[in-house]
């Protein structure tokens, strides 16, 4: 199998740095909302904090994969003498909480980059985040085809998942009409 590049997307955090502001999950919200801008809503954002300023406990946490089965056990971790409640770090939009879906449907959330046409320089969030404890890397790394192919067909099974394969077929046959 064929070597390609890949685009690997970073969003590197420095919780030292983190305020509590919240100003991340304003923008990702405002931004995803269904006509842009028009509602700024937390629940609806891709990226959470963890906040316990009686603890100096700040922690910006980005919405990943769905998973419909929660874990069998808990993590709990200490960190810089710093304890963060269970599942703190975790990014699954899982049943056993409410973080990272949807408050109307329950769908899951996750974190997109902000992928735009044409590409935003950065995620919103990182623009957003004037204290600079988030901040964005780019980089190529060179990858199998079959794994870019993998990555594809993971991408439209949720797709699938979440409209159904009618309404994805309608929105492709759409999109292919405007081109
Ligand atoms: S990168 Fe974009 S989609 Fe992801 S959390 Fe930040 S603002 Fe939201
Ligand atoms: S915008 Fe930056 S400082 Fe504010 S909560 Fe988000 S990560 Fe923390």
């Known amino acids: 199998m064929a070597k390609v590049k890949k685009k690997v997307k970073v969003i590197k955090i420095d919780t030292d740095k983190c305020n509590g502001c919240r100003s991340c999950e304003v923008i990702c919200s405002a931004f995803h909302a269904s006509d842009k801008y028009s509602i700024v809503n937390p629940a609806r954002a891709r990226i959470r904090l963890v906040r316990e300023p009686l603890n100096d406990v700040y922690l910006p946490v980005y919405a990943g994969e769905y998973t419909g089965a929660e874990c069998m056990g808990r993590d709990k971790y200490t960190v810089d003498g710093k304890e963060y409640e269970e599942c703190a770090f975790c990014r699954a939009s899982c049943p056993s909480r409410d973080v990272f879906k949807e408050p109307d449907s329950g769908l899951p959330l996750k974190c997109d980059m902000c992928e735009e046409d044409p590409p935003l320089d950065e995620p919103l969030c990182v623009k957003w985040c004037l204290s600079d404890a988030l901040t964005y890397e780019e980089r190529e790394e060179e990858v199998e085809e079959e794994e870019v192919l993998e990555e594809m067909d993971t991408g439209l099974k ?22």
């Not at 797709?159 to 405007?178: E, H, I, Q």
Request: hydrophobic share 40%; net charge neutral; proline share 0%.
């Open 158 to 179: 949720s797709l699938v998942d979440k409209y159904g394969l009618d309404n994805l077929v309608d929105s492709m046959a759409r999109m292919l009409k405007k081109d």
